[in-house]
């Protein structure tokens, strides 16, 4: 493949990234100099009056995504004059710093945060606009528009709704999930077909001597995907949301798939590390990035993340990684893969929001937008551009035509705020992993919890 650095980067499969300075490690993915060196694309659009605006980041500035937002900022005030005033506050911005502000002044113009979040704890309140004229937006590709270049499945779907029916939100990343393993220590492992095949290659890893399952017990949201995933397959896209939005709590115990998805799930901590409910983040996926355990089920994040971890480690190890879906439980109907959408959302008091809104349009021109593969190694909604190679499979099983697509967690997570989540789904799911709830023990407790909260609720 040609390397030369032309801006419409295939930057995958380029070489030369790791002897530049760009402090990306022995581990870092082909073409992330060419990307972080490439010359700046043209803007299409240039705001008429605003030359600054605000941005509360999700990130922080030493991240992968960071390094390619700090690249969007400098071109996108070369190429406009405006200047962007950043503040890398993490993960939980929106809630320890965005939703206390909803009601001052000091809103940012700019945030980002996955849609599920973004739409309970900012949107629902009213703290969003619209964005909608946004996907009108020339991107710096000839007439190309924002609408023109996003593939519809990451922005067009009722959860990136206001109340008026506008979408609040712009995706730049998608995210998926899947089980994980290293192929230079697992071998070529093939897609199980059922539950039995998955269980025989945790059995196998313990053959081996390995633990099978690495599970950082302390992360809630990630102690969900077993049952999640899993009861997505039996009630399909909408069910999970619809049983925990309903108030007298009896779909839990009405459909059968729950119970069926619980007792699945109950068969899997057998197969966790030791120490997995005890450890801190992220220690036990360190420990599965150390080889001590063969397999890890969390998000697309997953190579990003352990490949940053390694290069601190500075041992020069390195993960061939590979993937597979969760199989079709017996007796499953639906056959689901999910998604997440992540993006740029415009606050309601927005003092200059037209730069904000020509921020996001810039950001998806394709040289822009191709940092987020080629350097954060995380897929974008954009069909065009490169899918990074530890995400292939993950993003075949995305493109099946034959795969029914579900929001992440069916989005129960976003209900009521997240509250639902953390004072009715969490306490159940955890005792149900540890044991201490059996699989009729946990709906019925899902079924009784859920109807008080709803009870209790204004």
Not at 168 to 193: C, E, H, I, L, R
Not at 202 to 213: E, M, T, V
Not at 406 to 414: H, M
């Amino acid at each position: 493949m040609a390397c030369a650095v032309g801006a419409s980067l295939l930057l995958a499969g380029c070489g030369g990234g790791a002897d530049s300075g760009s402090d990306t490690g022995e581990n870092a993915l082909p073409g992330v100099d060419q990307y972080l060196n490439a010359p700046c694309p043209e803007a299409a659009v240039k705001p008429a009056t605003d030359k600054e605006f605000t941005y509360w980041a999700m990130w922080t500035a030493d991240e992968p995504q960071g390094k390619v937002l700090q690249k969007a900022f400098k071109c996108f005030q070369e190429k406009t004059g405006v200047k962007v005033n950043v503040q890398w506050l993490g993960r939980k911005a929106y809630t320890q710093n965005l939703v206390p502000a909803l009601n001052t002044d000091a809103v940012p113009d700019l945030f980002d945060q996955d849609v599920s979040k973004v739409g309970a704890a900012i949107a629902t309140p009213g703290g969003t606009q619209s964005v909608d004229d946004v996907f009108a937006m020339k991107v710096g590709e000839g007439d190309k528009t924002v609408k023109d270049v996003l593939s519809p499945s990451s922005y067009d779907f009722p959860q990136n709704k206001d109340r008026e029916g506008h979408n609040f939100m712009v995706p730049y990343t998608v995210q998926s999930s899947a089980w994980w393993f290293n192929k230079d220590a697992a071998g070529d492992v093939q897609q199980p077909k059922t539950m039995d095949d998955l269980t025989a290659l945790f059995d196998k890893a313990k053959a081996d001597g390995k633990a099978a399952i690495s599970q950082d017990g302390d992360i809630p949201f990630y102690n969900m995907y077993f049952f999640t995933q899993l009861a997505e397959r039996y009630v399909g896209s909408g069910g999970l949301n619809k049983a925990a939005a309903d108030k007298t709590g009896q779909l839990w115990k009405t459909d059968p798939g729950f119970l069926k998805a619980a007792n699945e799930t109950a068969k899997l901590p057998k197969y966790f590390i030791d120490g997995w409910d005890a450890a801190k983040f992220p220690q036990v996926q360190q420990r599965w990035a150390d080889g001590d355990s063969r397999y890890l089920y969390v998000g697309t994040w997953a190579p990003s993340e352990t490949r940053e971890y390694l290069d601190k480690q500075g041992a020069g190890t390195k993960i061939n990684y590979s993937s597979f879906q969760f199989p079709m439980p017996a007796g499953a109907t639906h056959d689901t893969v999910e998604q997440m959408s992540i993006g740029f959302a415009v606050t309601k008091k927005a003092k200059h929001a037209e730069a904000a809104k020509a921020f996001i349009a810039y950001f998806l021109n394709k040289d822009i937008l191709s940092g987020i593969p080629a350097v954060a190694d995380n897929l974008v909604p954009r069909a065009d551009l490169a899918v990074p190679d530890d995400l292939k499979q993950v993003k075949a099983a995305m493109d099946d035509p034959k795969k029914e697509h579900v929001l992440q967690y069916d989005g129960i997570d976003g209900i009521a705020g997240g509250k639902w989540q953390t004072d009715v789904f969490d306490p159940a799911d955890t005792s149900l992993l540890k044991g201490e709830l059996n699989p009729q023990q946990f709906v019925d407790q899902l079924a009784a919890k859920g109807a008080d909260f709803w009870k209790n609720q204004s």
